[in-house]
C-alpha cells in the first residue's frame, strides 16, 4: 500500500510529503528543480503539458531559457531509468507522463538470457581499475558468442551497485541474470570471486575464484564469460568452439594502463587523449603483442592530430597502429571498430562500413558496436536503417552515454524530423558551435526564426570566426546530395536571422 502523499509507478515511488523519489527501498537522488518536475508530471499524468506551462510552474516569475527545462527533462530522464518510457515528447505541444503500466511502451523482452554484469569490487583503491577492466572485459566476451543478451557496459557501470546489492540494480536494466565479483589481494597473487545470479531468486547459480597473476590473466579473462554461456545451457557446441581472440595481454602492468587509457579516452576534457596514448605507449613497451593496445593507441593519436583535420601522415600512422591490431587479433570486434572510427576521419566510407560490420559480425551483442554501426549507415546515406540500430543499442544501453543523442539526432534531421532532433539535442550537456549549428537548422526547417538566430549566436560566441556555411559543407556524409541538404538547412536559419536584423 502507498503511503499517504505518496504516488507510485513501475518500480518506483514519489514521496511528496519527504520530498524523495524512491526505486523499490533505494533513494534516487534529485536536483529540487528535477524533483519539482517529477511532481507536475504526477498531479497531471496522462495530460500534456506544455513547456511555458512548466517554465510559469517551476520557475515563476523568472525569465529562463529553455534549455533550463531542457536540462532537467534530461536529468528526470536519466534518474527514472528503466521508467524513463513513461515521459514522452509530444512533437510541438510539450510532455506526457504516464503512471500506468498499460500505457507504458513494453520493454523488449529478450528471447534468451539477458545478463547484466556489474563492475567487479576491489578490497584496496589501487586494484579498482584492475577491477574494471575485468568486468568490461567479461562484458565484451559474453557478447561475442551471440548467444546471450548482454546490458552495455555503461549502463551496468552508470548503476555500479554496492557489492552483494546487485539484484536490485539488474531489475531495473530488465537482466534476467547478473553478475557480481570482488578481486582479493593475496601474498601468492591476487585472486578474483565471481558469482551469477538469477534476478528474480536471488539464487547464486554458479560461482568461481580465478587467478590473478601474469600467466593466468588471459585465460581469467576469456574462461568467465565460457563459463556463464556454458551454464546457462546455450548452444554448448559453439560455446566450445568458439575461442579466445587473442586480443589481451599476460602482463599485469599493461592490463593496467590499457584500462586506464580506455576510461580516459571515454572522457572530454585537455589532456585526456594526450595522458591515454602515454598510457597506451607504456602498455605496448611492456607487451608489443597486446592487440589492443595497438588499436586504442590509433584512436588516441588521430583525435590528438585533430581528427578530420589530422594530417595524412597521422592519419596514416593511426591506421597503421589500428590495422596492426587486426593482424594480432583478427577475431576482436574492437580492433575493428577502432579502424572503422579511424577511417571515417579519413572519409573512406566503404572500408568504415566494411570493418563497422565485421565488428558486429564478431560480437553481435554489443550495444555500442549497434550504435556505431547505426550512426555508419546514416553517414552513408540511410538513416531509417541507421535509427533501427540506434534503437537495439538503446535496448540493451537504457543509461546510453550521450553521444548516442549525438547519432540519432543527426538520423532524425536526415529524415526531417526536426522536433525529434531538437529533443536530442537538447538532452546534451556539453555545448559545442556545431551541435548549435545543427540546433539553428532545425529551428529554421520548422519556422522559427528567433530560435535559429539564437543558437546560430551561441555557435558564434562559442568560437568567434565560426563559418557556419563552410562547415556544414564538411559534414561527415558520403553522398553530395545529403551535404547539400544539411547546406541548405544552415543557410535558412542564416537567412531567417539575417531577416531579423534587418527588420
Known sequence: M??????????????????LLLRGTEVVRLRAKTFALLVEFCRNADRVLTKDELLARLWPGLVVTEDSLTQAISELRRALGPEAGRLQTVPKRGYLFSLSDAARPAPARAERPLVAVFPFHAATPAEQALADGLAEETTHGLGRYGLIGVIARHSAFELRPAYGKAADAARQLGASHHLEGIIHPRPDGSRLSVALCETESGRQIWGETFP??????????????HRIVTRLNLDLERSITLRPVGSGTDDLGAFQNFVLAAALLRQYGPGVNERAKVHLEAALAADPGFALAHAYLGLAVILIAGRFAASQAEKDRALGLTLAGIRLAPEEARCHFLTSVVRMYRREFPDLELHSRRALTLNPYDADLM???????TMRGHPEKGLDWLNRACTLNPLHPDWYHIDIAIAHQALGRYTDALAHLRSLPETSAFRFMRMAACEAMLGN???AAAYLDRAEALSPGWNALAEAADVEQELAADRKRFVAEVARAIALRDGLRSQ
Open 449 to 451: 526564426p528567433e530560435g
Open 212 to 225: 590473478l597473476d601474469g600467466p593466468s590473466l588471459r585465460e581469467t579473462a576469456a574462461a568467465i564469460p
Open 371 to 377: 550504435a556505431w554501426h547505426g550512426c555508419v549507415l
Open 2 to 19: 502507498s503511503r499517504e502523499g505518496s504516488i507510485r509507478f513501475g518500480a518506483c515511488t514519489l514521496d511528496e510529503q519527504r520530498g
